[in-house]
């Protein structure tokens, strides 16, 4: 099994990115990269980059997507985190061969330009688990 490359992000479960963009700018000093809408997963999204990490900031576009769920149930806080692999689908299959629980069974679109598929929390010590491969990495390798 390939693993994985680097840590691509971090996703944290907010009510409001406003609310939370002077703690993330000013007291921690992450450099923010910009808001993207995910319809598809009723999200906003807001970008900050520390170091080689990036944090997104996960806020609902809807009272009923998976944000607002999350946040009923647990309260603000760690939603997921997210890696970067080569070759998404195979990593899929890779998995689910042996034995993890896929939510996405094949890769879907997700912000900031890349396709992404997510591993069950149950299969990875109640971990929601994001596997990420840039769009252009897939395409790249369509190509070949």
């Known amino acids: 099994m390939q693993p994985v490359r680097a840590v691509n992000h971090i996703g944290i479960a907010v009510r409001s990115l406003d609310e939370h963009r002077s703690l993330y700018e000013g007291t921690l000093g992450a450099v923010y990269e910009g808001v993207e809408d995910v319809p598809s997963q009723k999200v906003r999204v807001a970008f900050?980059?520390?170091?080689?990490?990036?944090?997104?900031?996960?806020?609902?576009?809807?009272?009923?997507?998976?944000?607002?769920?999350?946040?009923?149930?647990?309260?603000?806080?760690?939603?997921?985190?997210?890696?970067?692999?080569?070759d998404l689908p195979a990593r899929i299959n890779e998995l689910q061969q042996a034995g993890l629980r896929m939510i996405d069974h094949t890769p879907r679109p997700g912000a900031h330009h890349q396709r992404i598929a997510f591993i069950h929390p149950k299969s990875t010590n109640g971990v929601l688990t994001e596997l990420c491969e840039p769009m252009a990495a897939a395409a790249a390798r369509s190509a070949e």
């Open 48 to 86: 900050y980059r520390i170091g080689d990490v990036r944090i997104e900031l996960l806020e609902s576009l809807d009272p009923t997507g998976p944000i607002a769920t999350f946040i009923e149930k647990h309260g603000p806080g760690l939603h997921h985190v997210a890696y970067t692999v080569a």
